[in-house]
């Protein structure tokens, strides 16, 4: 069996009291005080996420905005230095290599964040395709990842000392913080206002201990990757593995915003006809009749007939219902549609409904320039 890689703050998390799980290859926290406080602390307040599992891979060269702009489905021409976007990378095939937000520090230096369970597979992937004039790096085992997310994180970063008060969405600077050069990023995954912050491993233990610190006023918890899946699922974001994988195309995922068929990228002729409406099934969202838990696997059943099946589902500490996303033909993927789930051998009745399902974040998409 294949040892678990460990975060720089695995001790810290033991000591804590998480419980700690495998997950995409690395030992990590699930939870700390529970999934449900730590879910709702991030909603009201903020919470401490040590995502240091997560890939960086740095693409540097003369050449590297055509090379990224060929990679990615989103249009490079979005990006000024220190912006970011989200995008996804495709095969031929139309197939999801992984979902990854791309920042651009320059013309010529870009860094891509993917999934922890894709970091070797993506870069794999971006040397196969890697052109003249273009340089790769992966500096994920030298990087730390620490996100404060939140309405109170601002207010808990500019009591460290970071300068983010002018940070738009999606927008990052780099910053030398208490010693430590890093980058900043208001970006995240919860549906609230929230930073992440990369910096060199090494002082992982250090800016942790000072954001805990610094956040205690403000009701800073740490949080595990529990609550982190229920706030993405709560807001309807997508996870690699879940909802897209190597079989799905972005069309059909429902990310169609960032495909940009008007430039040239790897997958696009085999998304020309999933484009013009051929595709044969849509991710819905779902909200059960009953305080019920959809898992993921679960079958979706439309007049008794198995039409699809769920891959992500919870019980929405929010909204006290059950919530999940799923795959059915594309016909019957209509916002009112009614649905049963089959949750342990009992029909669980439920409607399609739009995503998110939580539209109340703190994020400050008015800063969005």
Not at 35 to 48: F, Y
Not at 206 to 213: H, V
């Amino acid at each position: 069996m294949q040892s678990l890689k460990k975060s720089p703050l695995n001790e810290v998390h033991i000591n804590l009291g998480a419980k700690m799980v495998p997950f995409a290859g690395w030992l990590m926290p699930i939870q700390y005080s529970g999934i449900i406080d730590e879910h709702l602390t991030v909603r009201k307040k903020a919470g401490l996420f040590d995502l240091s599992h997560m890939g960086e891979i740095i693409v540097t060269g003369q050449r590297a905005e055509e090379y990224v702009q060929k990679l990615v489905t989103n249009n490079t021409a979005k990006l000024t230095d220190g912006k970011a976007f989200y995008t996804v990378m495709c095969f031929k095939t139309g197939g999801i290599v992984d979902d990854v937000i791309v920042y651009r520090f320059k013309k010529d230096e870009y860094m891509f964040v993917v999934n922890a369970s894709n970091a070797d597979k993506v870069f794999a992937w971006l040397r196969k395709e890697l052109i003249p004039d273009v340089r790769l790096m992966d500096k994920s085992s030298r990087t730390a990842l620490l996100a404060v997310q939140g309405p109170a994180s601002e207010k808990i970063l500019l009591n460290v000392g970071f300068n983010v008060g002018n940070l738009g969405y999606f927008e990052f600077i780099r910053q030398m913080c208490r010693g430590i050069e890093c980058v900043i990023a208001r970006t995240g995954y919860t549906g609230e206002d929230g930073f992440e912050i990369f910096f060199p491993v090494d002082y992982a233990f250090s800016l942790w201990a000072t954001l805990n610190t610094a956040g205690k006023k403000y009701g800073l918890k740490p949080i595990g990757l529990g609550a982190r899946d229920t706030l993405r699922i709560e807001v309807g974001y997508p996870l690699y593995g879940n909802e897209i994988d190597e079989k799905t195309n972005p069309v059909e995922a429902g990310l169609s915003w960032v495909v940009d068929m008007e430039k040239d990228f790897i997958g696009k002729e085999a998304l020309k006809s999933h484009v013009n409406g051929a595709t044969a099934r849509r991710l819905i969202g779902f909200e059960t009749a009953e305080r019920a838990v959809p898992r993921p696997h679960y079958d979706i059943f439309s007049g008794g007939d198995k039409v699809g099946y769920v891959t992500s589902g919870a019980l929405s500490p929010v909204l006290d219902r059950g919530i999940g996303m799923g795959y059915v033909p594309a016909e019957m993927s209509q916002a009112g549609s009614p649905i049963d789930i089959s949750i342990r051998g009992k029909m669980i009745r439920a409607e399609i409904v739009k995503k998110p399902f939580y539209t109340k974040g703190s994020i400050k998409r008015d800063k969005v320039s």
